[in-house]
């Protein structure tokens, strides 16, 4: 079929045509000649794993090199969602693959084993076949994935299932199609993957039968949502439910059907409408049913990476306007909160400004080849350094590393994300050095993963131990970048200008953006013969000017960026660097201390004052004075990230309270609600910690206490700023207080307009006492009843209901406006804090009974 290309959003091409940015000032620059072998080591790396599948696995959907046998569901170890984008086995088929692995299958067998299974590899393989040139094993493919039948009782994973099974079918359909049209190759075809794709599109429909649009994670492809799937499957990731909309909306551009777009844009536009408002960013986990968010982490990778993904490249794809809209709202969030220099640390959606964890997963690697089509060069420099010096590091990216760049989670499937940001960096830069890095992953794959019957998984990075395992994305994504890194533009049958990568890295044509959701666009008379017609409209989106992204010197702007960077990891480079002298320490910062906000600055760190009077940092290497301060301030953020991320996932209010005289004997307990601290006592359920209010002198506590006879045994209460928080908690416990209150000293503040605030603490817990936090409206209200009670006694306790006092006695107290009466009115059952707070205030009113008598 003849479309029409439309001139769309695609900055690659004004980089490399533009921008040549020269290596690292210590890396010697690859040769023309060396840049071939390596395209031809690459080439036969990619032949070794694809030989082997073919020789020792298909049809089974992968390949398990360490046995050199095929991976079939159900005959292995489940894998969880990975398995469910893999087929099912029928036990005689399974039989026969069994005596028949170890030498090739005839078609008839093919055939008759594609009525079983899925051939995933295959099917997700094809498009790298092409771009290596090798029509005839192309062609191959495809007549063999066009026998594959998916009306089959089996479970599946809409996701895996979308991106590798119809992403590779279009993308088979669209290269067999242009090969058709452009070299008179597979003459035969007439559409058949792209009838499987359809009809494979309308098998995982059903998932989306909800009630927000957003899909179930699994659907049975004979039956489509049997009940036991409906009861189980509750929960979606981010990622899972928004990324659907280049495959989907590709299938209705070709198709003429538009529920597949529809479904797919439905699914997008809930994830938006779900979003935190205030922070434009979105959590990991949701509901499908109503939409409530069941985990709340917010960052790049897994869960929630090619979401943003395809909210760019669905813009880029389909040409609409509001995709590009959201992206640059989350993309503005993600710089904002997410980003912490060239660290990515997952925070908490509703509260962006306390980080969620403080590690990083490999996924976040793709998130440089994002921001270089977005344009955003700088940071994409940045992160991806320090991604690469993690690999040299370990050999590879683990799937999960500190931010101290330790191993928090040592496997490493041989994915393809970090290789994807290294093309398109040097796609759009030019820059020799990211030849450098390719042939550095080259290696290690030869070295450490290749086994006789393709290549294996590493189990851990630190021991080099394999896995029998080779996921199909591997021949997918990881072998096709690594053979386009090392390749010349005019070697290749495909102009790649023209087509947009899909997260599994299949090929669909920019020229979709020319075609409707309903029906194709006829081409131009006197264009037939044309296969993508460029048309030029007036008011085409354009890239930002390259004097812009890049500054006059940019011969250096790389190595200039990466260079305060270079030592950023250890036991990466030779240690001949001298050890840094630290002049400030994370755990030693006082926000109002102007000695050290000069350091900041000359680390590059930059400071800004919030609204509810927090303070924010953000790390740029290159504002640093010099390499040496740009490295202490790294240092610096990483132990500002490991003390954050001491709060753990949830902060839970407190409350603080205390008994207030209504006149003519009607006593009311009064409180307000309290953040808690992330070191000290943590006050539970039932407990409760009362004591007179003393205020201290120093109101900051940040200097000697000048009334250390009068905490002994009382709550003291205290001003917010200039000194950290733990150390007010270690001066009035020394003095001997049990416990401690801090009011914010910012003007207005308050639990009604503010997120819940916890204090962080210095990383190392030696403090006894509980600390909670009170904004400056509720800290004034607790100032003004010790104002009017010198001797007032203060309780500490778990979160209680609104308090309030309505009945006559002395001996009886009204909790919440339900008239839920603790003393001696009964009531509904209460719990463990309510029952323990009731025998407080008993004690505690008759105690001023027997004062007043």
């Not at 994915?415 to 940001?421: A, D, H, I, V, Y």
């Not at 599994?504 to 044509?509: F, G, N, V, W």
């Not at 900041?600 to 390499?627: C, F, W």
Request: with cysteine.
């Amino acid at each position: 079929m003849n479309v029409i290309r439309v001139h769309t959003f695609w900055c690659l091409m004004v980089f490399l045509s533009e921008a040549y940015i020269s290596s690292s000032h210590n890396a010697q620059p690859i040769t023309k000649e060396e840049k071939k072998e390596l395209r031809e080591e690459a080439k036969e790396m990619f032949y070794h794993a694809y030989n082997s599948y073919m020789l020792h696995a298909y049809p089974a959907d992968e390949l398990m090199p360490l046995s050199c046998k095929g991976r079939y569901r159900g005959s292995e170890q489940s894998r969880g969602d990975i398995d469910e984008a893999i087929g099912k086995l029928a036990a005689l088929v399974q039989s026969f693959a069994v005596r028949l692995t170890l030498k090739p299958l005839s078609f008839n067998s093919f055939v008759l084993f594609n009525c079983f299974i899925f051939s995933l590899t295959l099917v997700d393989t094809m498009d790298t076949l092409a771009i290596l040139g090798d029509l005839d094993e192309f062609e191959k493919a495809v007549k063999l994935a066009s026998n594959i039948t998916f009306a089959r009782d089996v479970i599946v994973s809409v996701f895996e299932t979308n991106i590798r099974m119809v992403g590779g079918l279009l993308s088979g359909h669209i290269l067999a199609s242009y090969m058709q049209d452009r070299l008179g190759r597979l003459r035969w075809y007439r559409g058949e993957l792209l009838n499987l794709a359809k009809e494979l599109g309308y098998r995982l429909l059903p998932a989306f039968n909800t009630s927000t649009g957003l899909p179930y994670a699994k659907v049975n492809l004979l039956h489509g949502l049997p009940q036991e799937l409906l009861a189980g499957c509750r929960e979606t990731c981010t990622a899972c439910a928004g990324t659907m909309i280049l495959e989907f909306g590709a299938l209705s551009r070709l198709t003429g059907e538009p529920i597949f777009e529809e479904k797919a844009r439905r699914a997008l536009d809930a994830l938006w409408h779900l979003r935190h408002r205030a922070s434009d960013l979105v959590g990991t986990v949701l509901n499908i049913h109503n939409g409530d968010w069941v985990r709340r982490d917010s960052g790049v990778g897994a869960g929630i990476d090619s979401y943003y993904e395809y909210l760019l490249k669905g813009y880029i794809l389909l040409g609409e306007d509001k995709y590009l809209n959201r992206f640059n709202r989350h993309y503005q969030a993600v710089m904002k909160y997410v980003s912490q220099g060239p660290l990515l640390i997952d925070v908490h959606m509703h509260r962006p400004h306390t980080n969620a964890r403080n590690f990083m997963d490999a996924l976040l690697a793709f998130w440089p080849g994002l921001q270089v089509l977005k344009g955003d060069i700088k940071p994409a420099i940045e992160t991806h350094e320090v991604l690469y010096q993690v690999m040299q590091r370990h050999n590879f990216i683990p799937e999960a590393f500190t931010t101290d760049f330790q191993v928090h989670w040592g496997q490493h499937p041989l994915r393809p994300e970090f290789l994807e940001s290294t093309y398109l960096l040097y796609h759009a830069t030019g820059d020799p050095y990211y030849l450098e890095v390719g042939k550095k992953v080259l290696k290690s794959l030869q070295i450490h993963a290749r086994v006789p019957c393709g290549f294996a998984a590493v189990s851990d990075v630190r021991t080099g131990v394999h896995e029998d395992r080779m996921d199909s994305f591997v021949l997918a994504e990881t072998f096709k970048y690594l053979y386009l890194l090392f390749a010349e533009p005019e070697e290749l049958l495909l102009d790649l200008d023209q087509f947009i990568f899909t997260t599994e890295a299949h090929l669909l044509p920019l020229s979709l953006a020319r075609l409707s959701n309903v029906t194709a666009i006829p081409v131009p008379e006197g264009k037939e013969d044309s296969f993508l017609y460029d048309v030029i409209e007036e008011d085409d989106l354009t890239c930002p000017n390259i004097h812009f992204l890049f500054p006059e010197d940019s011969e250096k702007f790389a190595s200039r960026i990466r260079e305060p960077l270079q030592h950023l990891v250890e036991d990466v480079f030779p240690p001949s660097r001298m050890p840094i002298k630290r002049r400030l320490r994370a755990s030693q910062f006082q926000a109002a201390n102007q000695e050290h906000l000069k350091l900041l600055q000359e680390m590059g760190i930059s400071i800004m004052v919030l609204p509810d009077g927090r303070v924010q940092l953000s790390h740029t290497a290159a504002n640093a004075k010099n390499p040496e301060a740009a490295h202490e301030g790294l240092l610096f953020m990483q132990e500002m990230v490991d003390i954050s991320a001491t709060s753990g996932p949830e902060s839970v209010p407190k409350m603080v309270s205390w008994t207030v005289s209504l006149g003519e004997g009607v006593i009311a307990l009064d409180g307000v609600e309290a953040g808690p601290a992330h070191f000290g006592h943590e006050i539970k359920e039932g407990e409760i910690v009362s004591g007179q209010a003393v205020l201290v002198e120093p109101f900051h506590v940040c200097s000697d206490i000048q009334n250390n006879g009068e905490l002994i045994g009382k709550i003291a209460v205290m001003e917010r700023g200039n000194c950290m928080f733990v150390d007010k908690a270690r001066r009035v416990e020394k003095a001997g207080a049990i416990g401690g209150i801090v009011v914010d000293n910012v003007s207005g503040t308050s639990s009604a307009t503010s997120p819940m605030f916890a204090m962080s603490g210095d990383g190392t817990n030696d403090v006894n006492i509980p600390l909670l936090f009170l904004f400056e409206t509720e800290g004034q209200k607790l100032l003004s009843a010790i104002a009017h009670s010198s001797s007032l006694e203060v309780m500490l306790s778990a979160k209680l209901p609104h308090l309030s006092a309505k009945k006559e006695t002395v001996k009886e107290l009204v909790v919440d406006q339900d008239a839920a009466a603790i003393g001696e009115i009964p009531g509904p059952a209460e719990d463990k804090t309510i029952q323990a707070m009731r025998q407080s205030v008993k004690r505690h009113l008759e105690e001023k009974i027997q004062e007043e008598t």
